[in-house]
């Protein structure tokens, strides 16, 4: 058996894994609640790579799962580059919104934009989607746990205001 480059990196990963669970440890639950829970997952799956590349198989495993990936030739290139313009456009309009009204505001406030003017859904689907995403968003982060938010900088001014 050799030692390649891929056991390496998984070593290197159950590390730094085990490294941000011990850290995380000492802090209080609802800081550590997310960087021990990803290091947890991130270490066990290391850990059965790291046994998988050790105690097992074939030289040429990797070889196996490889298939063939290539982009559509057949698509016009100013449709693709007004796709990426408008994806480019939605991130940046979804930043401002943060910036300007805040993640509460924000997340709903998005996803009733894009599926009515994007995926052109209708009324009654988008305003459903939307507030399950808005509920589960509150429910969680807001309610649950506890976790504050910077208003956005026109309910900042408006604040300062009255």
Not at 75 to 80: A, K, M, P, Y
Not at 83 to 92: A, G, K, M, S, V
Not at 110 to 127: C, H, M, P, T
């Amino acid at each position: 058996m050799r030692f390649k480059g891929e056991t390496f990196i998984s070593l290197c990963l159950t590390g730094v894994a085990v490294g941000v669970v011990t850290k995380a440890l000492k802090w209080p639950l609802k800081a550590s609640l997310f960087p021990i829970t990803v290091g947890t997952g991130l270490f066990f799956m290391t850990v059965a790579m790291v046994l998988l590349d050790m105690l097992g198989g074939k030289e040429d495993r990797g070889k196996e799962l490889t298939m063939d990936f290539s982009f559509s030739k057949d698509i016009d290139r100013t449709l693709v580059i007004r796709r990426t313009l408008l994806t480019c456009l939605w991130i940046f309009g979804f930043s401002m919104l943060i910036l300007f009204l805040g993640f509460p505001i924000a997340i709903p406030l998005f996803l009733l934009l894009n599926l009515k003017l994007q995926a052109r859904e209708g009324w009654r689907v988008s305003l459903l989607l939307t507030g399950s995403v808005w509920g589960f968003f509150f429910g969680l982060f807001i309610w649950l746990l506890d976790m504050p938010f910077q208003e956005g900088l026109i309910l900042k001014w408006l604040g300062g205001i009255g």
